[in-house]
């Protein structure tokens, strides 16, 4: 997770700053969405960046003391705000359609050493990446070979053939802003809008049974919690789910 945070900060800024000091290239192209399928597109893809991977509540269930829950996922959400806005806002304004379109971001960026150090370091969260959020397929997969109790070499070699699978899935459906829009529609939504919003409001029936009393009267809460709730589930499951299945298809 260390790891992880240095290296999207530092590409994160590293991006920012050199398209801020670059400023908008010739003939620019700033342009809305052009058709409602665009705009919820968008919105779903949305979803899914701040979504924070769907692990909220996962987080919430390990951690030493989950009554400051609240605070670090307050503090951590604008932390990853603070990477994602300034870059894409100082990177539209320099590329413009160019930023929207082009999934490898880094080759609108001139060749740098500094743009070599962000893209060895995203490498390196990358493979972080893969390793952490693989683990749950790598144990079915040794289950269904049935060699979860051999020891960790022998599990670690039969692990290469799925990961080789994975590997030719990736290489074989390349257009992953596609795949984003459906995961934000079907899986983020829920995991992370949703079934908390939801779960918030059929735990707590009254203040009483809560630890922290919440900022504002609970019947409030719980009314902007079933607004934002279906707001979700219409627009970003339903009108966002179909537009990025059209897209995807």
């Known amino acids: 997770s260390i790891l992880g945070i240095l290296t999207t900060t530092y590409t994160s800024w590293y991006m920012t700053v050199a398209a801020l000091v670059k400023g908008p290239i010739d003939d620019v192209v700033y342009d809305a969405p052009r058709s409602t399928e665009e705009f919820f597109r968008g919105f779903v893809s949305l979803l899914f960046i701040y979504g924070g991977h769907t692990s909220n509540i996962e987080v919430a269930d390990v951690m030493d003391d989950p009554g400051s829950y609240d605070k670090s996922y307050f503090w951590s959400y604008l932390y990853v705000f603070s990477l994602t806005m300034p870059n894409a806002v100082a990177a539209y304004r320099t590329y413009g359609n160019l930023a929207r379109d082009n999934a490898n971001s880094f080759a609108l960026f001139e060749p740098s050493m500094q743009r070599d150090v962000a893209i060895v370091l995203m490498s390196l ?64 939504s829920f995991g992370t809008y949703i079934i908390p919003l939801v779960g918030y409001n059929l735990a707590f029936s009254s203040s009483d049974k809560m630890i922290k009393k919440p900022i504002m009267d609970l019947t409030y809460t719980k009314a902007i919690n079933w607004f934002l709730a279906a707001f979700v589930l219409l627009a970003g499951v339903g009108a966002g789910g179909y537009n990025a299945i059209r897209n995807f298809i």
């Open 125 to 188: 969260h990358q493979m972080v990446a893969f390793g952490l959020f693989v683990g749950p397929l790598f144990h079915m997969w040794e289950k269904l070979i049935r060699v979860h109790n051999q020891k960790f070499v022998v599990r670690a070699i039969l692990r290469i053939p799925l990961a080789f699978v994975i590997l030719f899935l990736a290489v074989a459906f390349p257009f992953f802003g596609a795949i984003n829009s459906v995961l934000g529609a079907f899986t983020t």
